[in-house]
């Protein structure tokens, strides 16, 4: 057998905890009431364009990017406008949201709503900026979980060129299932996804990097590809931790690294999109569907029926988890996003959002955590990083508030992927140490290039 | 950590079969006064309420205290070994993870300076139910040594052959309680590298620097006894397998690890040829515990995005 490609430097092997792979995607009730944060993505909020009273349509835009970076929101329901609050976020903090009382489910007449299948040779009078224009207006994301918005990815910066498109189907990231269902039951909208992503970028060359935990996947898309998308590849790859990070997808598929921040993919060539944003491009594109609907897991071992569901944005989680059989007895940990990269929930009233690909519940003793003992400078975390960072160097300078120290280490390398931590023997909490370094020195770096640029 | 303590097991049972009663004695009061020491100073001096003796880490040091010392050892010598051993190369450094040289080695490294003459008397192996009264012997490396200082090779000539050094099983053979048997401490080495314990960076370049380095002496002037011996002999495999390796003195980076390895090979064989004592592992190893965080800060890991220069 051909030997897997997979990044180079560090990585774990976590636990799969797939419970929900073979479960077909259900649709999720209408809320009664849906809540929009206007922060949904990497960048400015969206600026609200509705008032309290307004009547509103499934897919009309009820708030518009409010900068360069940034992106539309849409409403996902139809109903009133019931105000314009703040309301916690998976952040934990308060933030500026739309909330609509839902009144039955009419949609915006220019949406497409057939299951016709639009393929891009159809449409040979699409141009790449008529491409990039609607992805924008659609106000798509990435799906995965980062959040930056799609179009400016697609427009790289002056000096780079685009190469090849690199679609993310690696799911890596413990429980999730999201994108593998996604994968099994809407191919044909993902490739005609990618070629729509690969004329927007101008690049012949398309790559779609599945785990070969995903075997079915990868069959599917190799019989699809060799039947009629011939400049689409698909690249198995060997199961490891945290391969659907952007970098380490690009260092696995195409073997180049992509340099140290403010450097991206595309300095390599590379543009990274997730299936799930391949998925609303398509939607976005041929069905004029702007993007409030998405792909989501609901899972966990204690979980009566956990399962994949087709959500409109703006759902609370605590619906999803009622319409799994509800909150587990005991002790519960509720993550936006699997056990490795969630960030843990204060409230289950909080929303679904553009980059919520699950929610995952951890019950019993794994919703705690273990006594933190003295470091033994084991040196685990460091062999494991796939950043080549050192992350006990890091945590414990972040710790000690020595912020000139860290940022010299290259804190801001640090993709949060959490397999310092996981590795641990003393269960330290190397990540969350780390965590308040990177944004501390975000911070500074910021504010030391806005001073100097006066 | 209780992996470490389960390769130790080899050699230690091996002792138990060479030097009876005696290994069992100094093992015993090693590890009992390394476990006391350390819950009685975090206890009653630092007046910490954690239970730090539940993590093995005292454990190990008294093990490897005990399988640094000669079988014959009176307790209260073993016992000054521990307290040095833990109360000045560990708490006072703030306990577990904050000190810079190796606890069992400082402890033997002390005794070895203030009792020269216990500490180098050698019983033989097979006296199995003596303890201080056994009959003592002239180790390997103390024939080496004699062999370089007259410069007469025929010296070497008493060297146990290479291959009963492997195993241990010589008459006449001598050292200290771990040092014995090179195979015992080799599965050891095999059980640590399956369970990933540690990596094979550390013991390999000290034991691959040994013999490169020892060999070219015994090339050039065969006074120097040959490389295979070298390497069997002593507490060179001990102390690469299992007290190099210790996690909180060795270095952080594979890059590091080999520099680290290498250098300790390089001083060990300079001891032990040209320094006053037969042995220089265990000084080797403080001298370079002293070096990691020096090789911490110069020696980093290959960032993501570097790899390719």
């Known amino acids: 057998m051909m030997k897997l490609r997979t990044f180079k430097i560090g990585g774990i092997h976590p636990e799969e905890n797939k419970l929900t792979s073979d479960m077909p995607t259900k649709m999720a009730e209408l809320p009664k009431q849906a809540i929009f944060p206007l922060s949904q993505h990497i960048g400015a909020p969206a600026k609200p364009v509705v008032n309290k009273g307004d009547k509103v349509k499934v897919g009309q835009m009820i708030a518009e990017a409010g900068g360069f970076v940034s992106a539309p929101v849409f409403s996902s329901v139809s109903g009133t406008v019931f105000k314009i609050d703040t309301s916690f976020d998976a952040t934990g903090y308060r933030k500026p949201v739309i909330i609509i009382n839902v009144e039955g489910d009419e949609w915006e007449d220019t949406i497409d709503r057939t299951d016709k299948l639009e393929k891009l040779s159809d449409h040979a009078e699409l141009t790449s900026e008529q491409i990039v224009s609607r992805i924008k207006a659609a106000g798509i994301t990435g799906m995965g979980g980062a959040g930056f918005p799609t179009f400016i990815k697609l427009s790289p910066p002056p ?27 809407h191919p ?12 927007a970028a101008k690049v012949n060359l398309g790559f779609i990097g599945i785990e070969e935990n995903k075997p079915e996947a990868i069959r599917l898309f190799e019989q699809k590809c060799k039947d009629g998308y011939a400049k689409i590849e698909v690249v198995p790859l060997k199961q490891k931790y945290p391969q659907g990070g952007e970098k380490q997808l690009v260092d696995a598929v195409v073997n180049r690294q992509v340099p140290a921040p403010p450097a991206i993919p595309v300095n ?19 069905k004029h569907k702007p993007l409030f609907e998405r792909y989501t897991t609901v899972t966990g071992k204690r979980l009566a029926n956990p399962g994949n569901f087709l959500v409109r ?12 059989g509800g909150m587990p007895d005991g002790d519960n940990k509720v993550l936006a996003g699997g056990p490795m990269m969630g960030k843990a929930l204060t409230t289950t009233d909080v929303p679904i959002c553009k980059g919520t690909n699950s929610v995952t519940i951890l019950s019993g003793k794994d919703a705690r955590r273990t006594e933190p003992q003295p470091c033994i400078r084991c040196a685990k975390c460091v062999s494991v990083c796939p950043m080549g960072l050192e992350p006990f160097l890091l945590a414990t300078a972040s710790a000690m508030h020595k912020w000139e120290k860290v940022e010299q280490e290259d804190i801001i390398s640090c993709i949060e992927c959490g397999s310092c931590q996981f590795t641990c023997p003393s269960h330290r909490p190397l990540l969350d140490n780390i965590r308040l370094g990177k944004s501390t020195v975000m911070g500074i770096i910021k504010t030391r290039n806005a001073a100097n640029k006066k | 950590m209780y992996g470490v303590i389960i390769a130790l097991l080899p050699a230690l049972l091996v002792s138990f079969l060479y030097f009876g009663i005696g290994s069992a004695i100094v093992c015993a009061s090693s590890v009992i006064a390394c476990v006391f020491f350390e819950w009685a100073i975090s206890k009653y001096i630092l007046k910490r309420d954690g ?29 000054i070994g521990a307290l040095v051993a833990i109360g000045i190369g560990k708490m006072t450094f703030g306990g577990l993870g904050n000190n810079p040289f190796n606890p069992a080695l400082v402890g033997r490294c002390f005794l070895l300076i203030s009792f020269p003459a216990q500490m180098t008397s050698w019983p033989l192996i097979g006296q199995l139910g003596k303890y201080t009264d056994a009959t003592t012997g002239a180790t390997p490396l103390s024939i080496m040594k004699t062999a370089i200082k007259s410069g007469d090779s025929s010296v070497l000539d008493k060297l146990p052959q290479s291959l009963h050094l492997l195993l241990g099983n010589v008459d006449g053979g001598a050292g200290t309680i771990g040092e014995v048997c090179a195979l015992a401490l080799l599965v050891g080495l095999v059980y640590m590298l399956v369970r990933k314990i540690i990596t094979w960076h550390i013991p390999v370049s000290i034991i691959a620097t040994v013999f490169v380095f020892s060999g070219l002496m015994h090339l050039a002037n065969p006074v120097y006894a040959d490389p295979l011996t070298e390497i069997l002999s002593g507490g060179l495999m001990l102390g690469a397998i299992f007290m190099a390796t210790d996690y909180v003195t060795s270095p952080m980076t594979h890059k590091g690890q080999i520099i680290y ?27 370079m515990n002293a070096f990691t965080p020096l090789i911490n800060t110069y020696i980093k890991p290959i960032r993501y995005g570097e790899e390719k220069k």
């Open chain 1, 159 to 185: 000096g780079t060129t685009a190469q090849f498109v690199i679609i993310n189907g690696v799911e890596c990231e413990p429980y999730i299932t999201s994108d593998y269902r996604l994968m099994m039951e």
């Open chain 1, 188 to 199: 044909d909208e993902i490739l005609v996804g990618i070629d729509l992503l690969m004329k």
């Open chain 1, 268 to 286: 390599v060539g590379a543009i990274v999109q997730n299936v799930g944003t391949a998925f609303a491009v398509y939607e976005a594109v041929m």
């Open chain 1, 313 to 324: 944005m703006g759902t609370p989680m605590s619906q999803l988890i009622e319409a799994c």
């Open chain 2, 51 to 79: 239970h730090s003796i539940t993590d093995g880490s005292a454990v190990i040091t008294g093990l490897l205290l005990g399988m640094n010392l000669p079988s014959n050892l009176p307790v209260w010598i073993i016992v």
């Open chain 2, 261 to 287: 390895g290498v250098a300790i090979g390089f001083l060990t064989v300079v001891i032990r040829n040209w320094g006053a004592y037969p042995e220089g592992m265990s000084f080797a190893i403080l001298i």
